[in-house]
């Protein structure tokens, strides 16, 4: 039974991350157009450049860079895509958080320009190293934003407003707080938020909370929800804090 329940998550994880990436479709094309296009043009001024009788090396040198330069570019979204939309095993390491918000903001820039919201960070984590599954943790994240983002979706454009906070908390933890600007979570939804197959959204799974819940737990840390004070909602999650590294 326990090898059944424990398939059954990697299921409904693994749908979780394909409906992640199928939200952000149109944002990632448009990432991977640009680099790709960026490519085309270089490489065509490139064949103009090699057709003149004394070919300018440094002009040449400079087109080379700005290629490799965009296919990194494409190839690092390519990656994250890949991780996301394949079957994972869990696969635990030491992770410098910093970096791994910079991968999730990397995804969601473009996501955020595009629906008109104001994105901020507020990280004060330094070299702060826990121990976790890069993917797991990039789905836990990559699910809180994106509900943010649908909370303000309905506000006035200059409301919309996501916070990401993140801080070491304690001596042994670090937690990430994800607050939005939106209506706020009604008294009665409380109790069912991080419930399999609850959702307010038309056509939704209703299993990113609950999974997001499961990977955060599964990592020794807890995740919860509550309101602002004033407008909106915040959800939050902590994990071990394993050590620093290198200079803050």
């Not at 059954?8 to 939200?23: C, E, P, T, W």
């Not at 270089?42 to 080379?64: K, T």
């Not at 121990?131 to 509900?147: R, S, T, Y």
């Amino acid at each position: 039974m326990d090898a059944e329940l424990h398939n059954l998550h990697d299921q409904l994880a693994h749908a979780d991350r394909v409906s992640l990436m199928g939200q952000l479709a149109s944002t990632l094309a448009h990432e991977l157009s640009q680099p790709l296009g960026s490519i085309l043009r270089n490489s065509e001024a490139a064949d103009l450049f090699l057709r003149r009788d004394v070919p300018d090396v440094d002009e040449l040198q400079e087109i080379l860079f700005d290629i490799r330069k965009d296919s990194q570019r494409a190839g690092d979204v390519i990656q994250q895509m890949r991780a996301m939309l394949k079957h994972h095993e869990f696969h635990p390491q030491e992770l410098l958080m910093t970096e791994l918000m910079d991968d999730v903001t990397a995804l969601l820039g473009a996501e955020a320009s595009a629906r008109r919201v104001q994105l901020e960070f507020d990280v004060n984590l330094g070299r702060a190293v826990t121990f976790g599954d890069p993917v797991q943790l990039q789905q836990v994240l990559l699910n809180l934003l994106l509900n943010a983002m649908d909370s303000v979706g309905e506000l006035p454009v200059e409301n919309r407003k996501v916070t990401v906070r993140a801080q070491r908390h304690a001596k042994s933890e670090l937690e990430v707080t994800v607050i939005d600007s939106g209506p706020g979570i009604a008294p009665e939804r409380f109790d069912s938020l991080f419930k399999p197959f609850f959702t307010t959204k038309p056509g939704g799974l209703g299993i990113g909370l609950s999974i997001s819940r499961t990977i955060v737990e599964a990592h020794g840390g807890r995740i919860w929800a509550e309101n602002n004070t004033g407008t909106g909602a915040k959800f939050q999650f902590s994990l071990p804090l394993v050590r620093e590294t290198g200079p803050a």
